[in-house]
Nanobody, 115 residues
């Protein structure tokens, strides 16, 4: 079992920056890929960025060049650095970890970008 807790969400003005964190606990040694997803009201949950166990990163087109995903295995932390934020980035951001074929989710953290 893996437990995930996100933090770092806030209200920020357009053009600003935020860094989200996701702390993992439990059987963290078995975690393969990790990623960030987001869900705006009335929308489905969409991929933002993922990082594989070998460090390969994949981004949604909408965040390429603005967001950076990173992972600190020693600290069991996943990060999402978000720059040049836009109002359309407003959503609840979720951390996901895949372990032994099972997906685990955090509770989410709210990011609101005002225009």
């Amino acid at each position: 079992q893996v437990q995930l807790v996100e933090s770092g969400g806030a209200l920020v003005q357009a053009g600003g920056s935020l860094r989200l964190s996701c702390g993992a606990s439990g059987t963290t040694f078995s975690i393969d890929n990790m990623g960030w997803y987001r869900q705006a009201p009335g929308n489905q949950r969409d991929l933002v960025a993922i990082i594989t166990s070998t460090g390969i990163t994949i981004y949604a087109d909408s965040v390429k060049g603005r967001f950076t995903i990173s992972r600190d295995r020693l600290k069991n932390q996943l990060y999402l650095q978000m720059n040049s934020l836009k109002p359309e980035d407003t959503a609840v951001y979720y951390c996901k970890a895949r372990s032994r074929g099972v997906d685990y989710w955090g509770q989410g953290t709210q990011v609101t970008v005002s225009s």
